[in-house]
């Protein structure tokens, strides 16, 4: 590289899902290296709803490493970044780019800066697991960008010391993160069990109820559940492995009621944890308590569940509907119990697939007025509506894993400058 020109930037751009899981997560044996106390299984969401882009780029014009986090300017000296762009680096390998007259020998990587920037298309810190598509998007980049051989199992290792559940964001479809044994956390990674196209029936809605930063962070809050609750000891030992186990063959046959069974289970233990953790964690507040209302009442109406609730450490429901036609049923009721605010437009209100809403009939806001009680309520019952506690929702479905983007229009950082466009 010696005697170059420091002219030329080299980047990609990459797109990465974010997920929810469906057997959670919750609680760590190791700290620094993000090693969890019971496996854990996701869906990936569709990356066309919610997910991050990141681009990154090396340069030998740069004088420090830089990250702008949704056009802001962040500080890379935490231990989380610091230990995914060591571990990338360390497994780089020689970049030739004859157009750009750009030559990296593996050894030159310790040496050159980075620039990076990255987008939410959702809101960050607010429970919708951000962290883990941006550190598993900010690992696929960097590992395209350094010319890393090694496959997204072995990616997820990296990903998994950034954010623990960025790990299953390297995988469409069904993903299941290993806990593992090792010490070292060699064999703490994640697999995929089924691709985005085994169950595509499914559709998922997600209520937004709160895009505010939550209280308590997840970091904190598993730190305190791991140290004080006597339930999360018995949760990871005696129920979770069973839990896995159901939850691979109701996947695995695309048995909708034992999986709705399972993750309603899961999601409601994962809170009554945080509840048992001293002192108490709130993540849900009184809106998801009516959302779960809602879906039970609906559920034990029929002989068979309908839909599948989970919660992870913020208020928002996730829900998972068996297909679209359900999913229509389920946007009416949501939208009878919660219609948006005075003044809302539509389409800020339902994002994502928005067909969906033309299937439960509704084309303007005065559609949502005139919609019926479910036929779960009782005759003369009084029916509480809930007028704007949700903000909106985001319709959309199983999705596909990372990808890199080619287009540099797409490209967050200024091909000649390397600095945010």
Not at 21 to 35: F, H, M, P
Not at 235 to 254: D, F, L, S, Y
Not at 270 to 279: E, G, I, K, R
């Amino acid at each position: 590289m010696a005697g170059e020109s420091k002219k030329w930037v080299l980047m990609v751009t990459a797109q990465t899902p974010t997920n929810i899981a469906v057997i959670k997560y919750w609680g760590k044996r190791d700290e620094t290296l993000i090693l969890p106390i019971n496996d854990s299984i996701s869906v990936t969401l569709d990356p066309e709803h919610l997910c991050t882009t990141t681009t990154v780029a090396v340069s030998p014009s740069f004088e420090s490493d830089r990250m702008w986090l949704n056009g802001k300017e962040i500080s890379l000296t935490g231990s989380r970044y610091q230990n995914c762009l060591r571990e990338i680096r360390s497994r780089a390998s020689d970049v030739h780019d004859e157009g750009k007259g750009a030559h990296i020998e593996k050894k030159d990587w310790e040496k050159l800066q980075l620039h990076i920037a990255s987008y939410n298309n959702f809101p960050t810190a607010a429970g919708l697991a951000s962290s883990a598509a941006g550190f598993a998007c900010l690992v696929f980049a960097l590992a395209k960008l350094m010319n890393v051989k090694e496959d997204r199992g072995k990616l997820s290792t990296i990903a998994r010391q950034g954010s623990g559940s960025a790990c299953r964001s390297l995988f469409g479809g069904f993903v299941k993160w290993i806990m593992g044994k090792d010490e070292n956390g060699s064999d703490s990674l994640a697999v995929q069990l089924v691709d985005e196209k085994h169950w595509d029936e499914l559709v998922i809605i997600i209520a937004v109820v709160s895009s505010r930063q939550k209280e308590t962070s997840s970091t904190s809050g598993m730190r305190e559940s791991v140290e004080t609750s006597l339930l999360l000891k018995h949760r990871a030992k005696e129920i979770v492995p069973r839990r896995i186990t159901q939850m691979e063959e109701a996947i695995k046959n695309c048995d909708f009621s034992s999986f709705a069974n399972l993750t309603c289970a899961d999601s409601n233990q994962f809170h009554a944890v945080c509840l048992d953790t001293s002192p108490p964690i709130f993540y849900m507040n009184n809106t998801s308590h009516r959302i779960i209302s809602c879906v039970e009442k609906w559920n034990h109406s029929e002989e068979t569940p309908q839909v599948a609730y989970t919660f992870d450490a913020g208020p928002n429901a996730v829900l998972i509907a068996r297909n679209r036609k359900t999913a229509s049923l389920l946007l009416q009721r949501m939208l009878f119990y919660f219609p948006p605010a005075p003044e809302t437009d539509l389409n800020n209100f339902i994002l994502g697939d928005n067909s969906i809403l033309r299937d439960a009939g509704i084309k303007e806001m005065k559609d949502i007025d005139a919609l019926s009680p479910p036929p779960e309520i009782k005759d003369n019952a009084y029916v509480p509506k809930y007028r704007g506690e949700v903000s909106y929702f985001i319709c959309t479905r199983p999705g596909r894993g990372p990808v890199e983007l080619a287009d540099v229009s797409q490209a967050l950082l200024n091909p000649e400058t390397g600095l945010p466009k």
